[in-house]
């Protein structure tokens, strides 16, 4: 069996947003007890990060280490057309995930204690992103 459901997420810019319980809940909905979730963030600016969910600031320390790695504006950069976040964005997401894979046992992802799913956006200004969430199993 295989449910399938678009989740759309607002952001306010740059930051992580937890998408946990949305997921859940799909999950709980979607008549599967045992088997797969597949998540897709269809975007290239943007990223799905399985994390810590108990200190926000981890996602923070996170968030600095890109800032050092892959800073907005570097002259590095020639794809500058949409603003000085837009390459860093795209290369922060080829450094993390656009997709998660995780199980599902008893009508849940088997997420541990402390772990939690978060779209990770990496542009400044509010974004609209699409998280395509498929659950096969039975």
């Known amino acids: 069996m295989i ?3 678009v989740l759309d997420i607002a952001t306010r810019g740059r930051g992580s947003y937890s998408v946990t319980d949305r997921v ?3 999950v709980g909905t ?4 045992h088997g797969m979730c597949h998540l897709f963030l ?3 600016s943007a990223s799905l990060v399985l994390c810590e969910n108990a200190d926000p600031a981890v996602r923070a320390d996170l968030e600095r280490f890109m800032a050092r790695h892959v800073p ?3 002259p590095l950069f020639a794809h500058v057309e949409e603003g000085p976040d837009d390459m860093p964005a795209h290369v922060r997401t080829v450094l993390t995930h656009s997709d998660l894979t995780l199980p599902v046992g008893n009508h849940r992802v088997m997420l541990g204690t402390w772990q939690g799913v ?3 956006e990496h542009r400044h200004a509010a974004q ?3 998280l395509v969430a498929t ?3 039975d």
């Open 3 to 5: 449910a399938r459901q």
């Open 24 to 26: 859940q809940a799909f």
């Open 30 to 33: 979607a008549g599967i007890g």
């Open 42 to 44: 269809q975007h290239t």
């Open 72 to 74: 907005d504006g570097d």
């Open 118 to 120: 978060y779209v990770w």
């Open 128 to 130: 609209q992103r699409r």
């Open 135 to 137: 659950v096969y199993g």
